[in-house]
């Protein structure tokens, strides 16, 4: 079946540095793909939703250049988190679709520490 | 603001018990997933349904949604410890092509 890798599972990073998260589509193309965030002992938040080729659409509150998105190719989205701090420190997952209306496809989630 | 709204919020049932959890939009529900969490951890992928109606069932799990697609019910029948987790709906809103998350419901089962 189709599958998402996503990487790094676990980072663990200073404050002030930039970490990057990879979200893959293995065996599809993932036409749009949603990057979330876990608080703890919260749900799943919608962070922002990429379409490839285009530019991210942010949920409010999500600070776009925080959180930059990049959706350069159709099985490869990443989410770099810039100039981190510990309020950063959470659970970051992604999704990837491939065309409307397909299921969708979660990758297994990656567990930020910034110290 | 929350998209999906779920009941309850958290859930301590006596193992053998059965329980219902529900997830409410105020919108029509396309793709209405269920997915269970240790949080922190991936996803597991439990069902999704479509259409208006729609029931599916896997071992003691039963999932339906409304003929007006903006209500989902999950049902465990005879719930035991390992079915111990967060419980999550996710579905993708008409209007906005974005697939949200309700907002979870912890379920406890006592041996």
């Known amino acids: 079946g189709a599958v998402v890798s996503q990487h790094p599972s676990r980072v663990i990073c200073k404050s002030g540095t930039s970490v990057k998260i990879e979200c893959r589509s293995l065996d599809f193309q993932a036409t749009t793909m949603f990057w979330y965030r876990q608080f703890p002992k919260k749900s799943l938040m919608l962070m922002a939703t990429s379409n490839e080729g285009s530019k991210a659409t942010y949920e409010q509150g999500v600070e776009k250049d925080k959180f930059l998105i990049n959706h350069a190719s159709l099985t490869l989205s990443t989410l770099t988190v810039t100039s981190a701090h510990p309020e950063d420190s959470s659970f970051y997952i992604c999704s990837a679709q491939g065309r409307q209306g397909s299921p969708l496809h979660f990758g297994n989630g990656t567990r930020l520490t910034v110290t | ?111």
Do not use: R
């Open chain 2, 1 to 111: 603001s929350q998209e999906l709204e779920q009941s309850p919020q958290s859930l301590i049932v006596q193992e053998g018990k059965n329980l219902t959890i529900n997830c409410t939009s105020s919108k029509t529900l396309y793709g209405l997933y269920w997915y269970k969490q240790k949080y922190g951890e991936g996803l597991i992928f439990l069902m999704m349904l479509q259409k208006g109606g729609e029931e599916k069932s896997h071992e003691k799990i039963t999932a339906k949604l409304d003929e007006k697609k903006q209500q989902s019910s999950l049902h465990i029948t005879a719930s035991q410890p390992s079915h111990a987790g967060i419980y999550l709906c996710g579905a993708v809103m008409a209007d906005f092509n974005k697939f949200y998350f309700g907002s979870g419901t912890k379920l406890n089962v006592k041996p």
